[in-house]
């Protein structure tokens, strides 16, 4: 059984820095991508950014380019959102999943198409 957790997420002030991690277990990083999307209070889930960790392929929504850095460590099966430069508009829940059909493209990344395997939120808060 593949199971997600999410961790790392708190209260920062603007342009303060987080580092997010989703440790997985049940599953082979060569074998998923995993993205990171975050939902907001009365907005839709978007896909902030995601990795295949067989091949390396990275994206990043634009409203984070820039700002955020995905990266895995295999050995530990976690990979981690570093987000600087927060904004108050990046507040949201945040989320790991598993898409078992790697590498994953934007569209996919975006709109959660394929992941599967949800892990519970961290809850990020940006103060202004």
């Known amino acids: 059984e593949v199971q997600l957790q999410a961790s790392g997420g708190g209260l920062v002030q603007a342009g303060g820095s987080l580092r997010l991690s989703c440790a997985a277990s049940?599953?082979?990083?060569?074998?998923?991508?995993i993205g990171w999307f975050r939902q907001a209070p009365g907005k839709e889930r978007e896909g902030v950014s995601c990795?295949?960790?067989?091949?390396?392929?990275?994206y990043y929504t634009n409203s984070v380019k820039g700002r955020v850095s995905i990266s895995s460590d295999n050995a530990k099966n976690t990979v981690y959102l570093q987000m600087n430069g927060l904004k108050p508009e990046d507040t949201a829940v945040y989320y790991c999943?598993?898409?078992?059909?790697?590498?994953?493209?934007?569209?996919?990344?975006?709109?959660?198409?394929?992941?599967?395997?949800w892990g519970k939120g961290t809850q990020v808060t940006v103060s202004s």
């Open positions: 990795t295949s960790p067989s091949d390396g392929t990275t």
């Open positions: 049940g599953v082979t990083f060569d074998d998923v991508a």
């Open positions: 999943a598993a898409n078992h059909h790697p590498p994953v493209d934007g569209i996919a990344c975006s709109h959660g198409v394929g992941f599967g395997s």
